[in-house]
């Protein structure tokens, strides 16, 4: 198939939000022989829309990109004054896109070119229902179109652009059933085709030590008395490697119980009131334990002598990282793709996750693999009853291990999203 994606935004260094769905999407149905152009804007800050890639086309892993120029936000305390009367009342629907054309990224170019070449792809991908690219690019094919709508509780729902963008696609796809919920709560009428569609995880590499799986008959008799030296270290540290996570333990240093984090370190992201809460689980816990963080320092981290800063590590490592943890803290509230908590249940490790968010609490739910917090009381009880329990971690790592595999490699996410592409182009 030919596929276009279109999306306010894109770019490596977006790493959440609906733009990072696409981009995940895009570079693995690229990989599965498709073929995906992006059609996209300049920009890069969804605060001020402003024009930083350059203008034209590119290939990034695999996908083509088609930039065009975003006109900037507005002024800034204008564009909040609208918003204030928008939502205190009931706008006009030409108060609505004024709305939507002010909050951007407003590209007329970019909007001429759907409406010129669309016919040449199979279906018109849309991502984020909330932006003015996807609300004006429906209009051009809503037969051949699917949103990816990225429905979180917004009071905006409630108003006409809302209900007309979500009902004009031929076909919704969403990244958790949580979303399908919300639409169904708050819009009128049926979806013509809707798929649970997801996002996957690769199971992290096996980083067993090489000879652990090599049978000892088949070993080579040594030749000299050095060679049998050799031969009996390696059987005396064949124990220590064959531990979950050895390899990454001793590359980076670490000792002991491990909690892990693996994203940017910010404070939207949950992480400041994750820290204060690991704080308040570390001064009372009788082990020593230590929360390693990973990602993008984006806040100041108080000094902690139960948090280490493991810098940024390439997705592979980080998946080896989560391994090698006893726990992962997904602390984000807001986050739809909930790929770390689907990352940890892949490497068999069970999950704490912020109980705001929806889509990890569904995902906890539906495999047995990981408890959530809604305060500090049931953070610190719930890392005792984990890090406390080795019966507990290995029964919920198994859980989730069998979880993401059986729902959420590439190959099921993938299927599903065909599945629903197919079902609405015309025969």
Known sequence: MKLAFITARYGGEITRGPEYACRLLAEHLAAARHSVDVITTCARDATTWGNVYPEGTDRVRGVVVRRFTAIAAENHLETGRLAERFFAGVPSHPDEVEWIRRTGPWSPAMMNFLGRQHRQYDALVFFSWRHVTTIQGLMVAPKRSVLVPWLQDDPALRFGIAQTTLASAAGVAYLSACEQRIRQLHTRGAVAREEVVGIGVQPPPQMAYPRIQQDPNDEPEPENPDDERSASQDEHYKPHLAVRGSLFRRRHRLDGRLVMYGGRIETRNGCEEMLEYFDSYATQAAADE????????????????????????????????????????????????????????????????????????????????????????????????????DALRDSLGRNGLEYARQHFGWDAVLARFERLVTSIRPR
Do not use: Q, W
């Open 290 to 389: 230590s929360l390693v963080m990973l990602g993008v320092k984006m806040m100041k981290v108080p000094e902690m002598a139960s948090v280490r800063m493991a810098g940024v590590l390439p997705d592979r490592e980080r998946l080896a990282a989560f391994e090698a943890a006893d726990v992962t803290i997904a602390p984000s509230p807001d986050d739809l793709c909930a790929e770390s908590v689907l990352e940890s249940m892949a490497a068999g490790t069970p999950v704490l996750t912020n109980a705001r968010n929806d889509a990890a609490v569904e995902h906890c739910r539906n495999s047995n693999a990981g408890l959530y917090y809604a305060n500090r009381d049931e953070f610190v009880e719930a890392m005792r009853a984990l890090m406390d329990d």
